[in-house]
Every structure is written in structure tokens, then in C-alpha cells.
């Protein structure tokens, strides 16, 4: 029997509720859109609510853009582009970029409180992981704006003009932060199509933009679900599109582009196999898996959600796991000792749940904590599936939830071969003592991102991105300049 570190036996180690405060700010009843620098209604006079899906409470009514709504914001981000943006010096774009990273800094923990309200993560992450980064973006991407010539030595970097972006729910803030401060930075404008699920955060970064003094048009957001965003990429007066989400609809949009010369990055889901040797520091490396797959409720498109682990270290493994997944605490997210919190939307929760069924139809064998968890909203307890083979749905497909497949290797070429047997390529893990097999392993497995000895690590300084069906493109770093610049 392994123990781990904390032992419950006996004694009550409960901690009593940590709730974060929601006091300090007031959500408005109702949000318009942001185009040409002001807030206005849908024309249609079309809304919809945005909720908490920890408690299935209305927090906002949000306006509903239309293809009308959508052609204003694009002409809108035209005129920015044309009258002032691009002409503009990239040394006075960068303060502007400095600004919105100061004023996420006053405002973090309004903006981590509404973004685990809307999405459902736990305050912790939120707080300690979300909002600092998105900052920190716009921090990186401030010091580019007036040094691009030396981001493309010897060439001189030009905007593209006008940029359509669409993000996903699953890292609100962080996601606008991805698209908004490159495209900014290298000089030009946006309209940006936050998920219908978690608009909350990315309107008040449209009222930070206001604040900021950002000029009218550069910064435009356009609320409303998939059709809205369909109607933006059919917009034949955007230059670049940029999305993130899942790889169907990445998959529609570069249909909708074909033959047209607007420019396309995309950053699609992943299926990453974490990989943990028998020489690896087996307590870390649980500690990894843990981070890997349960980070943000799982709904994480690098999120580590293949365990492979070598045969003889399998079963200590396995044992280590579920003890450490019984104490984690699932529930509300703004409880500061929470986990685990919500799962972001009803359609996501039933998605997760029939994955849970479809891999114990498949002949794999369950395995879920014991933790309670609240009557009202979305959740789904920590879970994985062990006796899977490589051709189960739940090991080829992306769950985007707290559910990890194991599978057991010998070699490390069979650990290789396994990890590449896989539609997707966005990150990969990998858990040794031995320098040399992480080299190996890096080298040897198809993904933008490999962690080694740790997983789910992001800096502002380092490119994201994927290979195969989790699309093309990079976001950070001096390559995620390059989507946004004409060089010549
Ligand atoms: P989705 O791809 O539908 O949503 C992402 C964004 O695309 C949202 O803003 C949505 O409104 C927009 N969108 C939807 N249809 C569109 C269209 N036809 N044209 C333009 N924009 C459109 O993802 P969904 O349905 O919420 O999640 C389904 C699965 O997708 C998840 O279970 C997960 O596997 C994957 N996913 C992956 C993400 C990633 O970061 N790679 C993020 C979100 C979802
Ligand atoms: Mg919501």
C-alpha cells in the first residue's frame, strides 16, 4: 500500500471554505458591443445570457452581433488602421501596450473573479495564472512594437491591416491577450470574437481599452456564438484571420477562406502524450500528471491527457495516482482551496460524460475519486481510464475534460511510437532523470511543445503551437510576430 505525503486516516483535514470576495466590482445587467471605441446594442436588439456554470445563474445579458453588427466592426477597424495605427510609430503603439498591461495589473482581481464566475476555474488559477499572464503579454509585446526591425534582421516588418480573431472559452482573458497584443504591437487592428460561453472578460478588456485612451477602432469585440464568428471570417474585408478552438471548425474556416488572400493561423485541439520513465522522479512526476490533466478541469487543448508509463514503474504509479487525485478538492471555483472547479458549459459536461460512457463501452476500465460535488451547476469528478488500447476513441480523441488515458510502453521507441499515433501535434511530456532520453524524446515526438520535467508551463516569451490537425501558426515569442507582419 503507498502512502502519500498527506495522510487523511483518522483525522478530519477538511479546510473550512475560502471564499473570494465578489464585492469590490459590479457586473453591469447588460454588455453592447465594442465597435469604433464605444459600447452599442446589437442592431437586431438580439441578446443572450451569459452564466456561472457553477450555479446556473444568469450573471449578464450580452448583445448578439449580427452580420450587419460584424460589418461595422471591420469597417470600423479599417478606418483605425488606415488613419491611425499604421502610421503610427511603434514607439507610441508600445505605450499604449504598456498602458493595458498596467491597468490589467489595478484590475486583476476584479478580472480573475468575473473570469472564474463566467468559465468556471478555480480563483487560483485564475488569479495566480491567467490574469498575470495576460498581462505579461502585453508587456512582451509592448517592448516589439518599436523593435521589430531587429525581431527580422536586415528586413523591414509591415502590418497586414485588419485582423479577425476568434477564441475559445476554456482561457478567456489569456486567449485575447494571445490574439489582441502581437496583432497591436506589429500594427494593426481587431475584431475579436470572444466564446458565447465567456464573453465577460473580454468586454471589460474593451472598457480597459477605452481607459487606456487606445485609439477608436484599433481594439473592436463582437459578442455572440459560432455564426457570429462564421460571419466574420466571411468578411471579405479582413486581411488576417487568427482562431483558436476546436479542429472542425478550424477545419470550416480554412474551407471559407480557400481562394481568398486572407492569411490564416490556427490553433486547434491536441491529444498529448505525457511520458513518464521508470528513472523519473516518481513522486514529481505525479505531481506532472495531475498538473497535466487536471489543470483547468482538463479543458486545455495541450492538457497532458495520455499517461504513458513505463511497464515497471506502471503499477506505483497508478497506486500514487489515485491516492493524490482523492484529495483534490472540487467545487466552487471562487473557493480559494478549490482544485478543480466547473465544468464551462452544459454542452461540454454531456460531451465530457458521453466520452465516460464511450471508453467504458469500449471494454476500458474507470476509475473516479469519491469527492462530492455541488448539487446545481457542471461538474465532472477527477477520473481515468486504464486498460485502454491505442485504437479506443478515448486515446485518439480530445475529451477536453478531467479525464486521462493510461497506457503502459517498454521501449522508448514503442513510448515514441505510441505518442505519434495520434491525429494531433500541439505538446507532449516527458519525466527522466536522463538527459540524453529527454533529447530523444523531444526530438522523436511530432508537437510544437514538449515539456520536460514539468507540463503546462507558458511564458510570453515562448512560441506556441501546433503540427498536423492542431493546426499552423505560432503565438508567442518572436514567431508569433511573424502572422502578423509582411516582411520585405
Ligand atoms: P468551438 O470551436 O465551436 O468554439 C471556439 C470558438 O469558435 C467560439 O468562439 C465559437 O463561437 C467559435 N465558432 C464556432 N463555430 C464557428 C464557425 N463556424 N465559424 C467561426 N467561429 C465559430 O468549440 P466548442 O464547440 O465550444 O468545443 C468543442 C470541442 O472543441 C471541445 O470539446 C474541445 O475538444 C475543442 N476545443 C478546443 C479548444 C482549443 O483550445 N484547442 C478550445 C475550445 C474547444
Ligand atoms: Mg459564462
Redesign the pocket.
Known amino acids: 500500500m503507498t502512502e502519500t505525503s498527506i495522510s487523511t486516516k483518522g483525522s478530519n483535514w477538511g479546510y473550512a471554505p475560502s471564499p473570494e470576495s465578489a464585492d469590490h466590482f459590479k457586473l453591469k445587467d447588460q454588455y453592447g458591443l465594442f465597435i469604433g471605441g464605444k459600447f452599442v446594442p446589437a442592431g437586431s436588439g438580439k441578446r443572450f445570457a451569459t452564466i456561472n456554470p457553477a450555479n446556473e445563474k444568469t450573471l449578464a445579458q450580452i448583445a448578439d452581433a449580427g452580420e450587419k453588427d460584424v460589418d461595422k466592426a471591420v469597417k470600423a477597424a479599417r478606418i483605425a488602421y488606415e488613419k491611425v495605427w499604421r502610421k503610427m510609430p511603434g514607439r507610441e503603439r508600445g505605450k499604449y501596450l504598456y498602458r493595458i498591461a498596467r491597468i490589467i495589473q489595478e484590475r486583476a482581481r476584479e478580472l480573475a473573479v468575473v473570469e472564474s464566475m463566467d468559465g468556471g476555474k478555480p480563483i487560483r488559477e485564475s488569479r495566480d495564472v491567467d490574469i498575470p499572464l495576460a498581462a505579461a503579454h502585453f508587456f512582451y509585446h509592448a517592448g516589439w512594437a518599436d523593435k521589430l526591425g531587429y525581431a527580422f534582421p536586415g528586413r523591414s516588418a509591415n502590418p497586414i491591416g485588419v485582423a479577425g480573431q476568434?477564441?475559445?472559452?476554456?482561457f478567456p482573458l489569456l486567449m485575447v491577450a494571445w490574439k489582441v497584443a502581437p496583432a497591436l504591437a506589429c500594427g494593426n487592428t481587431v475584431v475579436l470574437?470572444?466564446?458565447?460561453t465567456t464573453p465577460l472578460t473580454a468586454l471589460l478588456f474593451a472598457e480597459i481599452c477605452q481607459e487606456a485612451g487606445l485609439p477608436d477602432g484599433v481594439f473592436n469585440c463582437i459578442t455572440g456564438?459560432?455564426s457570429?464568428?462564421?460571419a466574420?471570417?466571411n468578411h471579405p474585408g479582413l486581411d488576417k484571420v487568427a482562431?483558436?478552438?476546436?479542429t472542425?471548425?478550424g477545419k470550416?474556416?480554412q474551407k471559407s477562406l480557400a481562394g481568398r488572400s486572407t492569411k490564416l493561423t490556427l490553433?486547434?485541439?491536441?491529444k498529448a502524450a505525457n511520458i513518464i520513465f521508470e528513472d523519473a522522479a516518481i513522486d514529481q512526476a505525479v505531481e506532472g500528471i495531475i498538473n497535466g490533466i487536471f489543470f483547468n478541469q482538463g479543458h486545455v487543448?495541450c492538457a497532458g491527457s495520455r499517461l504513458l508509463v513505463q511497464e515497471s514503474v506502471e503499477q506505483e504509479v497508478v497506486e500514487k495516482l489515485k491516492a493524490r487525485m482523492e484529495h483534490l478538492i472540487v467545487g466552487d471555483p471562487l473557493d480559494k482551496n478549490t482544485d478543480i472547479g466547473a465544468i464551462n458549459s452544459k454542452a461540454?459536461c454531456e460531451?465530457i460524460r458521453d466520452y465516460l460512457k464511450v471508453g467504458q463501452d469500449e471494454g476500458a476500465e474507470l476509475f473516479q475519486t469519491k469527492c462530492s460535488v455541488p448539487e446545481k451547476g457542471y461538474w465532472v469528478r477527477p477520473s481515468f481510464f486504464t486498460k485502454v488500447a491505442q485504437s479506443h476513441r478515448i486515446v485518439q480523441e480530445?475529451?477536453?475534460g478531467p479525464v486521462l488515458a493510461i497506457q503502459s510502453f517498454r521501449t522508448l521507441d514503442e513510448a515514441l511510437e505510441k505518442a505519434n499515433n495520434t491525429p494531433y501535434g500541439l505538446s507532449g511530456g516527458v519525466w527522466t532523470d536522463k538527459g540524453a532520453k529527454i533529447f530523444k524524446v523531444t526530438r522523436g515526438i511530432k508537437a510544437g511543445v514538449i515539456w520536460a520535467n514539468t507540463f503546462n508551463k507558458f511564458d510570453p516569451s515562448s512560441p506556441f503551437g501546433g503540427y498536423k490537425e492542431s493546426g499552423y501558426g505560432r503565438e508567442g515569442g518572436r514567431h508569433g510576430l511573424r502572422p502578423y507582419v509582411e516582411l520585405s
Open positions: 476568434i477564441i475559445p472559452w476554456n470574437k470572444p466564446a458565447e456564438a459560432g457570429t464568428g462564421a466574420l471570417v482562431f483558436t478552438g476546436s472542425d471548425v470550416a474556416i490553433e486547434l485541439g491536441g487543448c461540454q460531451r480530445e475529451i477536453f
